[in-house]
Each structure stands twice: as C-alpha cells, then as structure tokens.
Nanobody, 133 residues
C-alpha cells in the first residue's frame, strides 16, 4: 500500500519555526514529484511548495513556492530516509492550517503540481499547524 504520513505539526508563536516531515512507505519517494499543500480554516486547500524529481525539468521550473511563503518555507528530501520535509520559518498567523504532503508521477512543472490537485496520486492524512501567541 502506498502511503504518506506527516509528522511535526503543532502550536508555534508568530515569528517561530517548525519543520514538517513526511515519510513514504510502499514506494520510493525519489521516483515521484512531491509537494506540500495546506488548508486554512474556511478556505480551499492550496499548494505551497512543490518539487520535481531531481534532474527533471529546468532549474527554473523544478521547484515552486506560492508567493506568500517564498523566502520563508523550504521543501527538501532525504532519499536515504525516504522522507520529505517542509521547513517553515518566520511563521505568521495566516500560515495556520492543516498541512498535507503529496506525491505524483505526472511529468509536468512544479507549479502545475501545486495548482492542480487532480494530478496528485498519493496524499498524506494531514497535520495541524497553528501559529498563535
């Protein structure tokens, strides 16, 4: 069974940092394009960071961050651990939401993965991040 499981959510003060982890099982994560999505209260889910398989796509198109998190969030992978991460810094209350990791085989740009949920093959169950003082 192909699964993704997130870890690391919680409560953090504004300006703080948090690192989310997403462990894959039943498949090799480095063979998939991946992303992190979030759903804020009362809003639709949005893609915040997406990345293509290493070596695929142009350098300009292989990683995408939604404008609101650029310079603050970083998506990375540890292929030996079959895990991906989202490092979130300078957190704001508007970053509050349920964060989901996701994976797809689709060959496209990172931006397209983040903006087209129907392209996702595998979803994690979600982890809550709350930014509040």
């Amino acid at each position: 069974q192909l699964q993704l499981m997130e870890f690391g959510g919680g409560l953090v003060q504004p300006g703080g940092s948090l690192r989310l982890s997403c462990a894959a099982s039943g498949f090799t994560l480095d063979s998939y394009n991946v992303g992190w999505f979030r759903q804020a209260p009362g809003k639709e889910r949005e893609g915040v960071a997406c990345s293509l398989i290493a070596g695929v796509g142009s350098s300009e198109g292989n990683t995408y961050y939604v404008e609101s998190v650029k310079g603050r969030f970083t998506l990375s992978r540890d292929n030996t651990a079959n895990t991906m991460y989202l490092l979130m810094t300078s957190l704001k209350p508007e970053d509050t939401g349920v964060y989901y990791c996701a994976a797809t085989h689709l060959l496209t740009t990172a931006r397209t993965i983040c903006t087209t949920e129907s392209f996702i093959d595998i979803w994690g169950q979600g982890t809550q991040v709350t930014v509040s003082s």
